[in-house]
């Protein structure tokens, strides 16, 4: 429990809980399908994007790849 925070009850009716539950399961389901190919969601989003881009233009796919790692580095 955080403190400050109002924790939702499991029984609510409330349809942004059930929506967030409803997301973390679709979420996990795709996790679990990409592992199996050595993949995470997230990588998944970047290869997805770099493909969009590699259609529109090789360079910007090349900008895309240099933000995407650049961000990776500050993240870490």
């Known amino acids: 429990m955080v403190p400050g925070r109002v924790e939702a009850d499991p029984e609510s009716p409330c349809?942004?809980?059930?929506?967030?539950?409803?997301?973390?399961?679709l979420t996990q389901l795709y996790a679990n399908a990409l592992a199996?190919?050595?993949?995470?969601?997230?990588?998944?989003?970047?290869?997805?994007?770099?493909?969009?881009?590699?259609?529109a233009a090789p360079i910007a796919a090349l900008q895309f790849v240099e933000a995407a790692a650049r961000s990776a580095r500050l993240a870490a």
């Open 15 to 25: 349809s942004a809980t059930a929506m967030r539950k409803a997301t973390r399961r």
């Open 36 to 55: 199996a190919a050595g993949l995470r969601t997230t990588l998944y989003a970047i290869l997805e994007e770099l493909q969009r881009q590699a259609d």
